[in-house]
T-cell receptor, first 111, second 114 residues
Framework: LAKTTQPISMDSYEGQEVNITCSHNNIATNDYITWYQQFPSQGPRFIIQGYKTKVTNEVASLFIPADRKSSTLSLPRVSLSDTAVYYCLVVLYNQGGKLIFGQGTELSVKP | DAGVIQSPRHEVTEMGQEVTLRCKPISGHDYLFWYRQTMMRGLELLIYFNNNVPIDDSGMPEDRFSAKMPNASFSTLKIQPSEPRDSAVYFC????????????FGPGTRLTVT
């Protein structure tokens, strides 16, 4: 069964680029990787999604190497408001559509 | 749209009591998910429905937990009898079209079982 692993916490400063990696062994070629952001006392919120190479939207980029054993969420020039917990989610189509969330990475952005 | 609506927002109950959590998904969404979040276990998927039909309930902890979706605009998660270890934040989420598509989460129900 696939498992996802993320760092528990990360620290950064305003204006820096932050990269958060999620390891997800044993996922199939058509399995998507999705990232969510969660603030205290709120539900998670979608950030970005992809299944190969690179995807970019207005808030983040997602890098997925060819072996697909990991993915990296990149947040450019973080601000204090990016302080949150970030989760990766894998949907495993070859295992009946199982959803596997990572443990979450608590990002703290300092001034 | 008002987004995913959950009620109640907070629930405090005594061990052994029945607890019912309610969710109204975004209109038109065909997937509905129930999650539980705790400090120890993080975010766990309990069950999800597609077109009101339960698809994967392998995350439901035990027989004390049950979920229903009688129509496209309403779902319940019931715990009977409740135990202190059920204390957690329970989220409902919905999405449209495919399992992988963006999920919209509700504000959650904070359950405390004493």
């Amino acid at each position: 069964l696939a498992k996802t692993t993320q760092p528990i916490s990360m620290d950064s400063y305003e204006g820096q680029e932050v990269n958060i990696t999620c390891s997800h062994n044993n996922i199939a070629t058509n399995d998507y990787i999705t990232w969510y952001q969660q603030f205290p006392s709120q539900g998670p919120r979608f950030i970005i999604q992809g299944y190969k190479t690179k995807v970019t939207n207005e808030v983040a980029s997602l890098f997925i190497p060819a072996d697909r054993k990991s993915s990296t969420l990149s947040l450019p020039r973080v601000s204090l408001s990016d302080t949150a917990v970030y989760y990766c989610l894998v949907v495993l189509y070859n295992q009946g559509g199982k959803l596997i969330f990572g443990q979450g990475t608590e990002l703290s952005v300092k001034p | 749209d008002a987004g995913v609506i959950q009620s109640p927002r907070h629930e405090v109950t005594e061990m052994g009591q029945e607890v019912t959590l309610r969710c109204k998904p975004i209109s038109g969404h065909d997937y509905l998910f129930w999650y539980r979040q705790t400090m120890m276990r993080g975010l766990e998927l309990l069950i999800y429905f597609n077109n009101n039909v339960p698809i994967d309930d392998s995350g439901m902890p035990e027989d004390r937990f049950s979920a229903k979706m009688p129509n496209a605009s309403f779902s319940t998660l019931k715990i009977q009898p409740s135990e202190p270890r059920d204390s957690a934040v329970y989220f409902c989420a919905s999405s449209l079209g495919r399992l992988t598509y963006e999920q919209y989460f509700g504000p959650g129900t904070r359950l405390t079982v004493t």
